[in-house]
């Protein structure tokens, strides 16, 4: 038998963009940010208690910003996406960031009164 939970990771900052001098400039910028943000999702992930030991796990995100203007889901996708994928591995919600474990799906981008990152989380468990 199966099951599906839904759970929500919510923190208030966004993930810089893929374009900041800070990332593209080196590797070390990329891994400082990509560090960072699976810390703060590790937690989350513990904080809103999800479940150990699934069979799947899909995720979207969407990131609110303060500032309206363009933006390229791709400039942010790329860092939530591992960081999300080695977090669910290190907690033990998945065994590997694989395919096979992890889906990441859609980054969507809105124009709020608030810079925040929900990530909506489906872990399929087997029992």
Do not use: C
């Not at 593209?24 to 999702?41: C, D, I």
């Not at 065994?95 to 969507?108: C, H, I, L």
């Amino acid at each position: 038998m199966t099951g599906v939970s839904r759970h929500w990771l919510i923190y208030d900052d966004v993930p810089p963009s893929m374009n900041t001098n800070a990332i593209r400039s080196n590797w070390r910028g990329f891994h400082k940010h990509k560090k960072r943000w699976q810390e703060l999702l590790g937690m989350l992930l513990l904080k809103e208690q999800v479940p150990k030991g699934a069979a799947h796990v899909r995720a979207n995100a969407a990131l609110q910003f303060k500032v309206r203007r363009k933006r390229d889901e791709g400039n942010f996708r790329v860092l939530i996406e591992k960081a999300l994928g080695d977090a669910l591995q290190e907690v033990g919600v998945i065994a590997d960031d694989t395919p096979e474990f992890y889906k990441f799906g859609t980054v969507a981008l809105l124009d709020e009164d608030v810079n925040r990152t929900t990530i909506v989380i489906e872990v399929t468990r087997q029992s």
